[in-house]
């Protein structure tokens, strides 16, 4: 009995000794690996499914029939609420997200005014609103390249977040001239009306073709998928819709010439991969969001699948690099999505998923799609609902569809009846979302999402609060400090510029651009600014380097 009990110990002992001799080699090799690569380029690639609740996601897998790619890098969780809310805007949300910083509804990249929630820090009343900087400008500071896309306008509220500064995510003219005039290397999404004159929403109105400046500062000027692939430039605008581009499942059914977010994401990392600095690229999925303000399922899990598809090329070459840090999650609920509604309360043990999903795989377009087929007079209802997986309907269905003022809200319902599919609200919720992180320095764990922007940062070797001091003081009071006088010249309302003068020196600061019209002893030469100044409506920030610009 000794003797086996002895020869038990031994084999214990050796299979430690064998563990710890491989967990040491592979703690050595990783460490190694890890002094190999400290010398690399670290890049960073974010990504926002706008508006996707865990219900979404879950019902994509199931649609899907196999494991979604952020399946394999779910890692935790991240907590979404507002200075003022514990349900956001996506505007203050990208703001946290990017700038490490909470903000109020529709601010884009300005410290809040307005701080209720409990955990959140007061601001300085004086500070309100002033501008704080995001991590693709500490990207671009550190010498970076930097990228962004979208499948909405590239001017909507998350890929402004990362990328702007305003008092309201609906102000686009703001928003469009600042992306222009950052710099940014890659930008991919919708958006033209809002670079050029028009008489659309949307156009510019301040008298700035800023299509002209993309093409005057060396951009690869890209309307099509065939271009966008096509491209071998280093700057790349693609700019593919008015407005926001197609659900993916439209884009499939009518083989439109926009690309796919996966398609974007890969050619943008293609391009941006060139440099030995490395580069940070942010990429969102922005109509998930609408599809469950709308509670149209079948848009939802459209848009889901086509992000993940995105993820997977991230993540195929974070996996190949060895670097990059991957960072894939929603800004914040939306809708409550449930598979499961009042219809399933007593049935739901013996109900099989198949219940769920095949009526909405008789979709073959969303629910905006279908209806964009709708005939004014609407004698294509039948056919249009049939797009949507609505097949089988009574001709009183049929004229009672014809005959709604809210078609969409109706098909939307009928459509999720039949698949037992539940909704709460046509609005944003207020849970915590799913975090999907992969490569060195990850997050992990429940992590609030102004933690997100400080960790991406700090894998960067990017100081947000330094950026912050030298990409924004106040005009104001540093220019009058330093002995200037100082206005704001409205003469032109939608192009407001701060003139600073002293003696024979007038620096004149135009809004949302990255230059200074400087004029000395009546000569006048245009310097370049590192970033682009802001005006909240009240006070103008501009770069620190704006107050040494006499010759």
Do not use: C
């Not at 896309?149 to 928003?175: K, L």
């Not at 992000?307 to 409550?336: C, P, Y």
């Not at 095949?358 to 709708?374: F, I, N």
């Amino acid at each position: 009995m000794k003797n086996n009990l002895r020869k038990k110990v031994v084999g214990v002992s050796m299979a430690a000794a064998v563990a710890f001799s491989s967990l040491s080699f592979a703690v050595n090799n990783e460490l190694a690996e890890a002094q190999d690569k400290k010398n690399q380029p670290t890049n960073v690639i974010m990504m926002v499914m706008d508006g996707t609740s865990a219900g979404a996601t879950s019902l994509a897998r199931w649609y899907k029939g196999e494991n979604l790619a952020m399946d394999e890098i779910v890692i935790g969780a991240v907590r979404t609420h507002s200075a003022e809310s514990a349900i956001t805007d996506s505007a203050p949300a990208a703001t946290a997200l990017a700038t490490g910083y909470k903000s109020n509804d529709k601010v884009i990249g300005l410290l809040p005014q307005e701080v209720n929630t409990p955990g959140v820090d007061a601001i300085n009343p004086k500070d309100a609103y002033k501008p704080v900087a995001n991590v693709l400008e500490g990207a671009q500071l550190a010498g970076k390249s930097t990228g962004i896309i979208s499948t909405s306008e590239i001017q909507h509220a998350t890929p402004a977040g990362f990328s702007a500064h305003a008092a309201h995510r609906s102000n686009y003219q703001d928003i469009a001239e600042q992306q222009v005039y950052q710099g940014i290397d890659v930008v991919l999404g919708g958006g033209k009306e809002s670079l050029a004159p028009g008489t659309t929403r949307n156009a510019r109105v301040d008298g700035e073709n800023l299509l002209d400046v993309i093409d005057e500062n060396g951009y690869d000027f890209v309307e099509t998928r065939d271009a966008l692939l096509n491209s071998t430039s280093e700057k790349i605008w693609g700019s593919f819709a008015p407005s926001a581009l197609a659900y993916d499942f439209d884009r499939q059914a009518k083989k439109n010439s926009e690309p796919s977010i996966a398609e974007m994401t890969k050619k943008a990392i293609d391009t941006l991969s060139k440099n030995d600095k490395g580069f940070f690229l942010f990429v969102e999925g922005s109509k998930v969001d609408w599809a469950a303000h709308g509670n149209d399922t079948v848009g939802i899990i459209s848009d889901v699948l086509a992000f993940d598809d995105a993820v997977k090329e991230a993540l195929d070459f974070a996996k190949k690099d060895g670097n990059t840090m991957v960072i894939a999650v929603s800004d914040h609920g939306n809708s409550g999505i449930t598979m499961g509604n009042v219809n399933t309360n007593s049935t739901y043990p013996a109900i099989p998923v198949s219940d769920y999903i095949e009526p909405l795989k008789k979709a073959s377009m969303t629910l905006e799609g279908a209806l964009s087929q709708l005939n004014s007079d609407r004698s294509n209802m039948k056919e249009v609902a049939e797009l949507y997986g609505l097949d089988g309907l009574t001709p009183e269905e049929v004229n009672s569809l014809k005959a709604s003022k809210t078609v969409h809200t109706d098909m939307a319902k009928m459509l999720a009846n039949r698949a037992n599919i539940g909704y709460s609200t046509g609005g944003h919720t207020g849970e915590d979302v799913f975090l999907y992180a992969y490569g060195p320095s990850k997050p992990y764990g429940l992590v609030d999402n102004t933690d997100i922007a400080k960790t991406m940062a700090s894998f960067m070797g990017v100081d947000l609060d330094s950026t912050t001091d030298k990409l924004f003081v106040n005009a104001k009071e540093s220019f009058e400090k330093k002995g200037y006088t100082t206005r704001i010249d409205v003469t032109d309302a939608k192009n407001p510029v701060f003139v600073a003068e002293k003696k024979n020196l007038k620096i004149e600061l135009p809004i949302n651009k990255n230059i200074a019209e400087v004029t000395q002893n009546k000569k006048t030469f245009t310097k370049q600014l590192d970033g682009v100044t802001v005006y909240n409506g009240k006070d103008f920030y501009v770069a620190q380097n704006a107050l040494n610009l006499s010759k």
